[in-house]
Nanobody, 120 residues
Framework: QVQLVESGGGLVQPGGSLRLSCAASGNIFTIYAMGWYRQAPGKQRELVATFTSGGSTNYANSVKGRFTISRDNAKNTVYLQMNSLKPEDTAVYYC??????????????WGQGTQVTVSS
């Protein structure tokens, strides 16, 4: 079993910053990809930023230049630094990972989500 624990969400004013964290633990042999998606009310879940299995990063066009994804491989943790936040960034942010466990099963996992609200 694998657990993803997210933290760092909250309420922030437009132009402010937040840093999200997601730590993976449990039956982890190797992590191939890890990153963040978000879902706003009435909208589909969308990619925000991820590390791909090749080690590169992908960002949604809407967050490029404002958000930065980083990771600590030793801690199986990924971070999302969000600057210059806008009201349209308001959403539930989900951490996700694609990994292989010690039984050599490759699976996607999702966190429970953390609310980010940008409002004055």
């Amino acid at each position: 079993q694998v657990q993803l624990v997210e933290s760092g969400g909250g309420l922030v004013q437009p132009g402010g910053s937040l840093r999200l964290s997601c730590a993976a633990s449990g039956n982890i042999f190797t992590i191939y990809a890890m990153g963040w998606y978000r879902q706003a009310p009435g909208k589909q879940r969308e990619l925000v930023a991820t590390f791909t299995s090749g080690g590169s990063t992908n960002y949604a066009n809407s967050v490029k230049g404002r958000f930065t994804i980083s990771r600590d491989n030793a801690k199986n943790t990924v971070y999302l630094q969000m600057n210059s936040l806008k009201p349209e960034d308001t959403a539930v942010y989900y951490c996700t990972t694609n990994l292989m466990d010690y039984s050599h099963r490759r699976t996607d996992y999702w966190g429970q989500g953390t609310q980010v609200t940008v409002s004055s």
